[in-house]
C-alpha cells in the first residue's frame, strides 16, 4: 500500500488536483506525481478530464444536462470528483490533502493543518474574496464532513507577501480600516514561492538577487522580490487590483463605483458582475478574454481587429508601468521572469515588454523566446530574462511534507 498526497487547486469555474505518492510506504519518502486531473466550464457545460503522469486519459467526462449550469463546487460535480479519486485510491492510503487557499487574512501567514476553527475563520474572509474563497473552502468542507480523519492542510497565496513592509500594505484609509483586515495583502504567492525554490534549487544568482516575476494569466499579477521575500506587488486587498486581467478591470478610480451606483443604479451585486466578469480584455475586446484568441484574431484580420489592439495594448501598457513601479520600490533589477499561463505561451507579449525596458540594459533573444526557450535574454544582458513555469501544487506538497510528514 502506497501513500498518497492529493493537492487540490479550486477556482470559482474550474478544479485542478494532483495525486502524488511513493511507492515505499515511508512518508518521509520523495513523492512522485502519478496523476492529475481539470474540471472546467462550472457553471455552463463542465468537462472533467484526468491523466496519468505521462498525460494517458484514464477518465473523462462532460455534462450537458441543463441542470449542470447551475451548479456550484458545493453541489454534485464536487461529490462526483471526489468519488473518482477515492475509489482511484482505494489500494493506497491518502495520508494528507493540501488546498490552495486564495486568503489566509490576517492570522495565516503560514500553511495551517485544518479543523473547525480554521475553516470558520477562512469562511468569514469571504467577504473579502467572495468569488474565490467559497471555492477554495467548498471541497475542504466536504471532506471534513465525509472523511473526517484524513488530514487537511490549507496553504495560502497570500502568505509570501506577509514579508511587505507596512508602506506597501497599507491603504490610506482611517487606521481603523487597517485594523479590521482592509489592507494590502497580494495574491499569487504559492506561484512566487515556487519560482524562489527553482531559482535556489537551480542555484542562480538571482535567488538572491533583485527581480521581477510576472505572473500572467487570466488572473495577473507583478511582485517586486528581494532575496527571496516579497516587498511590494500589484495585487492588493482582492486579486481585483493591478494589472488588466482576462475578464477583471485591474486598477480603477474607486469612484467609478460610486458612478455606476449613483448614476447608472447599478446594484453592489451588478458592479461586482462588471468589474470581476465583463472588464479586462473581455470587455475592452469584445472578442475574448483569452490572450491567445485576441493574438489569433489580430493576427487574421489585421487592422479590422481594431478592438482586439486595443485590448492586448492595453494590457502590454500597464504591465510595463507597474514593472517599472516595482524596479523603483527595488531600487534596481538583475532578473525578469515570466510565468504563468500567458507569461509562459504569449512570446509576443514577453518581445514588446522586453524591447520597452530596453533602456534599462536588456538585450532580448527573439530567437530563443520563439523557440520558447528558458533563457530569453542575450549573454550581454545588464537583465537576465527568463521564462519558467509555474507549479503550485508542488509547493503545496512540499508544505505538507515539511508542515505534518517530517518527524
Known sequence: MASVVLIINAGSSSLKFSLYRNGNNQPTSEFVLYSKGLLEGIGSEPHLKIVDSHDKTLHEKSWKESKYATLSLRDELLDQVLQWLFDFTKNDKIIAIGHRVVHGGMKYYRPVV????????????????????????????????????????ACF??????????????????????????????????????????????????????????????????????????????????????????????????????????????????IEDIIWKQSGLLGVSEVSSDMRGLIHEIAQNGPKSKFAKQAL????????????????????????????????????????????????????????????YQLVSLPTSKIQVYTIPT??????LKEIQRLILTP
Open 157 to 270: 497565496d497570500t502568505a509570501f507577501h506577509a514579508t511587505m513592509p507596512d508602506k506597501a500594505k497599507r491603504f490610506a484609509l482611517p487606521r481603523k480600516y487597517y485594523e479590521s483586515g482592509l489592507r494590502r495583502y497580494g495574491f499569487h504567492g504559492l506561484s512566487y514561492h515556487y519560482i524562489i525554490h527553482y531559482l535556489q534549487k537551480n542555484k542562480s544568482p538571482l535567488a538572491k538577487g533583485k527581480i521581477i516575476v510576472a505572473h500572467l494569466g487570466n488572473g495577473s499579477s507583478v511582485t517586486a522580490i528581494s532575496k527571496g521575500r516579497s516587498i511590494d506587488t500589484s495585487m492588493s486587498f482582492t486579486p481585483l487590483d493591478g494589472l488588466i486581467m482576462g475578464t477583471r478591470t485591474g486598477q480603477i478610480d474607486p469612484n467609478v463605483v460610486l458612478y455606476m451606483t449613483r448614476e447608472e443604479k447599478k446594484t453592489p451585486d451588478e
Open 313 to 372: 495594448d492595453l494590457f502590454i501598457y500597464k504591465l510595463i508601468g507597474e514593472i517599472g513601479r516595482l524596479i523603483v520600490a527595488l531600487k534596481g533589477i538583475d532578473g525578469l521572469i515570466f510565468t504563468a499561463g500567458i507569461g509562459a505561451h504569449a512570446t509576443y507579449v514577453r518581445s514588446v515588454v522586453c524591447h520597452s525596458l530596453s533602456w534599462l540594459g536588456i538585450e532580448f533573444d527573439e530567437e530563443a523566446n520563439k523557440h520558447g
Open 391 to 396: 507549479n503550485e501544487e508542488y509547493i503545496i
Open 114 to 153: 485544518i479543523n473547525q476553527k480554521v475553516y470558520d475563520y477562512l469562511d468569514s474572509l469571504t467577504p473579502f474574496v467572495p468569488l474565490h474563497q467559497p471555492a477554495s473552502l467548498a471541497p475542504m468542507k466536504v471532506i471534513m464532513d465525509n472523511y473526517p480523519n484524513i488530514t487537511q492542510v
